[in-house]
T-cell receptor, first 117, second 111 residues
Framework: DAGVIQSPRHEVTEMGQEVTLRCKPI?????LFWYRQTMMRGLELLIY????????DSGMPEDRFSAKMPNASFSTLKIQPSEPRDSAVYFC???????????????FGQGTRLTVV | RKEVEQDPGPFNVPEGATVAFNCTYS??????FFWYRQDCRKEPKLLMS???SGNEDGRFTAQLNRASQYISLLIRDSKLSDSATYLC????????????FGPGTRLSVLP
């Protein structure tokens, strides 16, 4: 398995522009997570999906952030309009609830390093 | 109180030393626990799961104390390659999966 695949790996954009981050989870995994990591705040959960349905989006910082999962193999995180304070590494992760009643660990993609100037 | 707390370090130890990290969590109903390792500019990767009875994987030993709501990681005979940030992770989902990460403890193993 190729693991969780994220694109792009790096993104530099100007303030006010729309940014779309993409994620392909591990095949067969029914949970997908979007995290943001900064030096100041560490790793923060933004939103997670179960079977393509958003379960908890309480971590999404503002209405400028939105996430979708149109099918089991693809998810997007969109920021519109972007601001310099959105600069961070955004990770996508997936996991499976089937391995045991308690579920398995989360597997992470390599992340997208976003810089908004 | 944060949901998952760790001493951020850094821990600077010589090669061969034994080092221990602790982590506390707030939700007593949490179901599963993990230690992840994150290298600089890389994604977090699972180091080991933490089981109620405690578990060992080579030089690494993890312990769980549900009554006190803390988790520990012990690294024996530390190597230069152990230098990384160690993240305590608690699955706080009651009916699903909700992985909450601690802030991480940074370890530097010195020659």
């Amino acid at each position: 398995d190729a693991g969780v695949i994220q694109s792009p790996r790096h993104e530099v954009t100007e303030m006010g522009q729309e940014v779309t981050l993409r994620c392909k989870p591990i095949s067969g995994h029914d949970y997908l997570f979007w995290y943001r990591q900064t030096m100041m705040r560490g790793l923060e959960l933004l939103i997670y999906f179960n079977n393509n349905v958003p379960i908890d989006d309480s971590g999404m910082p503002e209405d400028r952030f939105s996430a979708k999962m149109p099918n089991a193999s693809f998810s997007t995180l969109k920021i519109q309009p972007s601001e310099p304070r959105d600069s961070a590494v955004y990770f996508c992760a997936s996991s499976s609830s089937e391995a045991s009643g308690l579920g398995t660990e989360a597997f992470f993609g390599q992340g997208t390093r976003l810089t908004v100037v | 109180r944060k949901e998952v707390e760790q001493d951020p370090g850094p821990f600077n130890v010589p090669e061969g030393a034994t080092v221990a990290f602790n982590c506390t969590y707030s939700n007593s109903a949490s179901q599963s626990f993990f230690w992840y390792r994150q290298d600089c500019r890389k994604e977090p990767k699972l180091l080991m799961s933490v089981y109620s009875s405690g578990n060992e994987d080579g030089r690494f030993t993890a312990q769980l104390n549900r009554a006190s709501q803390y988790i520990s990681l012990l690294i024996r005979d530390s190597k230069l390659s152990d230098s990384a940030t160690y993240l305590c992770v608690v699955n706080m989902g009651n009916y699903g999966q909700n992985f909450v990460f601690g802030p991480g403890t940074r370890l530097s193993v010195l020659p």
